[in-house]
């Protein structure tokens, strides 16, 4: 996929020797890794590489137990979770985090004014003219136009990662994390989360915790695998495919959920 990075820009996001302990054990280890500014990177791994820890310690959900993170060329290694959020950062999860009885609308205003769920609960109620018709931008950019008015318990699992992904950009994010958007959805619905992923903003950087392989590959310029908490490999979707190790552990059957 082209994308014209910003040379003069910092990196995005630039981590050196990250890892996190849990007692006696590295659940990631000694990572280092650089994403410049608009790159679309996807990590890979088999079950229990160390994926979602990593993203945990990117957004500060947990502290790291070595090493630095700096984003945009600040260091954040220390930096709560929401200087990070202030700071352009933004994540989705695993399962969604939604609230059933609001409409996709009222889920999208609340977002644009910084008062839904999870993440976004620490940010002021900044309620203006513009908001709802932001709101509608962001179901337009999401595929949700046609939901507008649909409560969230009705929606297919798809459109529920759909509407995730306008909540979490909502405030014009610089970074996002997607931690396997397309994770619960049917093969049907696959095809149009990657149609998404690739019409996002491109200023915005993406990095992508994915399983599905064909999704990762398509929509990421670059990946990074991880095994065993430590970076196996990192390189172009096609290098990727083509790395003996790779296979090895990741696509020789230790493939995901
Ligand atoms: N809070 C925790 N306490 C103890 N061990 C943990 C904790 N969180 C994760 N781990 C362990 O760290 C390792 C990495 O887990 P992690 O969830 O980061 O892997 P993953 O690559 O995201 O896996 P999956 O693809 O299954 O989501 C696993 O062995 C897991 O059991």
């Not at 009885?101 to 513009?130: E, I, Y």
């Amino acid at each position: 996929m082209p994308v014209s990075y910003d040379h003069k820009a910092a990196n995005a996001l630039e981590i050196q020797g990250v890892g996190r302990r849990f007692g006696g054990f590295w659940a990631v280890k000694d990572v280092s890794l650089t994403v410049r500014p608009g790159e679309r990177r996807a990590v890979l791994g088999p079950n229990g590489a160390g994926k979602t820890t990593l993203f945990n310690v990117l957004t500060g959900d947990l502290v790291t137990s070595a090493g630095t993170i700096r984003m945009d060329g600040a260091d954040v290694t220390q930096m709560p979770m929401h200087k990070r959020i202030k700071g352009g950062l933004r994540r989705t999860y695993q399962h969604a985090h939604l609230f059933n009885g609001l409409t996709v609308r009222d889920s999208l205003f609340l977002s644009v004014c910084g008062v839904a769920g999870g993440w976004q609960r620490f940010m002021p109620l900044r309620l203006n003219d513009g908001a709802v018709a932001k709101a509608e931008t962001l179901a337009q950019l999401s595929g949700l136009s046609a939901e507008l008015d649909r409560e969230v318990a009705n929606l297919s699992h798809g459109q529920r990662r759909q509407l995730e992904i306008g909540m979490a950009l909502a405030e014009n994010p610089k970074m996002l994390l997607l931690d396997e958007p397309a994770a619960g959805l049917s093969p049907s619905e696959r095809p149009r989360l990657a149609e998404l992923l690739l019409s996002l903003p491109k200023h915005i950087t993406i990095i992508l915790i994915e399983h599905d392989m064909d999704i990762a590959l398509k929509t990421s310029d670059s990946v990074s695998v991880l095994h065993n908490g430590q970076l196996l490999a990192e390189g172009t979707p096609e290098n990727i495919m083509s790395n003996e190790a790779v296979h090895k552990v990741y696509m020789g059957g230790a493939h995901g959920h």
